[in-house]
């Protein structure tokens, strides 16, 4: 069984960090480009970051240069390193990869950014 588990979300002020972490189970995760997307409420749920098999990233332009993807794959994971927080950035977070047609996504996880 496929099963995705995002942690890491929480209350962060402005300029804060947060590391946000995605453990997958029931699939060969080397193998499989991993996202994070996130939705914020009353918007479309919008693709943050990316990272491919190998290892190359790609960046939603909002982020570029806050937000850094990456992998583990000795320890099923994806990271996704978020730095220089702004509140615009709160939204839940979710983790996303796509496999024969099929779309499979975490259960999200809260990122507020606040003062």
């Known amino acids: 069984q496929v099963q995705l588990v995002e942690s890491g979300g929480g209350l962060v002020q402005p300029g804060g960090s947060l590391r946000l972490s995605c453990a997958a189970s029931?699939?060969?995760?080397?193998?499989?480009?991993m996202d994070w997307y996130r939705q914020a409420p009353g918007k479309q749920r919008e693709l943050v970051a990316a990272?491919?098999?190998?290892?190359?990233?790609n960046y939603g332009d909002s982020v570029k240069g806050r937000f850094t993807i990456s992998r583990d794959n000795a320890k099923n994971t994806v990271y996704l390193q978020m730095n220089s927080l702004k509140p615009e950035d709160t939204a839940v977070y979710y983790c996303?990869?796509?496999?024969?047609?099929?779309?499979?996504w975490g259960q999200g996880t809260q990122v507020t950014v606040s003062s």
């Open positions: 029931g699939i060969i995760f080397r193998i499989f480009a």
């Open positions: 990272i491919s098999s190998g290892g190359n990233t």
């Open positions: 996303h990869f796509r496999a024969n047609m099929n779309d499979y």
